[in-house]
């Protein structure tokens, strides 16, 4: 039985509401039939399209983008690939230009070996794009003074990686995580280093607002079923943040109380 608590618990953005708080991506996978029942699967609402990477034309049955019904999904396009702020300026523009939306997935890679992000481009870039219009989320690394940069520059939602792009480490930092959390106003939605669905609960564990993931599906033996088993975990780790943990102890507590216990002669 689903508690008060999580049903009444949307993930607000940019004056949206998104009854999940798991986003999903497109790439990767082996058929398109295969990402949509992925996709159904994870229960996401919003779902990420690389502009760069995929035909925009929606009559194109081999596309991606035809099978992805705008009235099933809120699709987001991304600036996947884009190594300078100038390219993913221009990325944006044209998912915007083809339709999809004025929202956008901010990236700006600065390293091809890490798939790091370039911090200075991607300020440069969620400026631009924020004075143009644009509800931007940023993805970016896990550091504090980075994400209230980019909360200051006007971004709707701030995008910490748990580890590297495509890594299924998981969170590498959980204590950034946090922290980034704690201090931005915007919701925090993790992105990349997801590997299986105990790293999502953790991640929604650390109180983040929502996470995004890729890889982690589309490269599973069986990438709807391992679409599932994320949709519970986000639910599961949102909860259990919610519920509020027990304290850690370093020393045995007894489950059952003492007083009023039969004790031996």
């Given at each position: 039985?689903?508690?008060?608590?999580?049903?009444?618990?949307?993930?607000?953005?940019?004056?949206?509401?998104?009854?999940?708080?798991?986003?999903?991506?497109?790439?990767?996978?082996?058929?398109?039939?295969?990402?949509?029942?992925?996709?159904?699967?994870?229960?996401?609402?919003m779902?990420?399209?690389?502009?760069?990477?995929?035909?925009?034309?929606?009559?194109?049955?081999?596309?991606?983008v035809?099978?992805?019904?705008?009235?099933?999904?809120?699709?987001?396009?991304?600036?996947?690939?884009?190594?300078?702020?100038?390219?993913?300026?221009?990325?944006?523009?044209?998912?915007?230009?083809?339709?999809?939306?004025?929202?956008?997935?901010?990236?700006?890679?600065?390293?091809?070996?890490?798939?790091?992000?370039?911090?200075?481009?991607?300020?440069?870039?969620?400026?631009?794009?924020?004075?143009?219009?644009?509800?931007v989320?940023?993805?970016?690394?896990?550091?504090?003074?980075?994400?209230?940069?980019?909360?200051?520059?006007?971004?709707?939602?701030?995008?910490?990686?748990a580890?590297?792009?495509?890594?299924?480490?998981?969170?590498?930092?959980?204590?950034?995580?946090?922290?980034?959390?704690?201090?931005?106003?915007?919701?925090?939605?993790?992105?990349?280093?997801?590997?299986?669905?105990?790293?999502?609960?953790?991640?929604?564990?650390?109180?983040?607002?929502?996470?995004?993931?890729?890889t982690?599906?589309?490269?599973?033996?069986d990438?709807?079923?391992?679409?599932?088993?994320?949709?519970?975990?986000?639910?599961?780790?949102?909860?259990?943040?919610?519920?509020?943990?027990?304290?850690?102890?370093?020393?045995?507590?007894?489950?059952?109380?003492?007083?009023?216990?039969?004790?031996r002669?």
């Open positions: 039985m689903e508690t008060r608590a999580l049903a009444a618990d949307p993930l607000e953005i940019g004056g949206r509401s998104f009854a999940s708080r798991l986003i999903v991506g497109t790439g990767k996978y082996r058929s398109n039939r295969e990402m949509l029942d992925a996709i159904r699967a994870s229960g996401a609402e779902v990420t399209v690389a502009v760069r990477r995929v035909d925009l034309d929606r009559n194109r049955e081999e596309g991606i035809h099978h992805l019904d705008p009235d099933e999904f809120f699709l987001l396009p991304n600036t996947a690939g884009c190594y300078t702020a100038a390219d993913a300026v221009r990325y944006a523009r044209l998912g915007r230009a083809a339709g999809i939306s004025e929202w956008v997935k901010l990236e700006v890679i600065g390293d091809e070996s890490t798939l790091l992000p370039d911090v200075a481009a991607t300020l440069d870039a969620a400026a631009e794009l924020v004075a143009e219009g644009f509800k989320m940023a993805y970016t690394n896990d550091d504090l003074v980075t994400a209230l940069r980019l909360e200051d520059a006007g971004c709707v939602a701030v995008m910490p990686l580890s590297p792009i495509g890594s299924g480490l998981g969170v590498v930092n959980p204590f950034y995580v946090r922290e980034i959390k704690r201090r931005l106003s915007v919701p925090v939605i993790v992105d990349a280093g997801v590997g299986t669905a105990s790293d999502a609960c953790v991640t929604m564990e650390q109180g983040v607002d929502g996470v995004l993931m890729n982690a599906i589309a490269a599973a033996d990438p709807a079923t391992m679409a599932a088993a994320m949709k519970l975990a986000v639910r599961a780790g949102r909860a259990a943040y919610l519920a509020g943990r027990m304290p850690a102890r370093e020393i045995a507590v007894p489950s059952s109380p003492s007083v009023g216990m039969l004790h002669r």
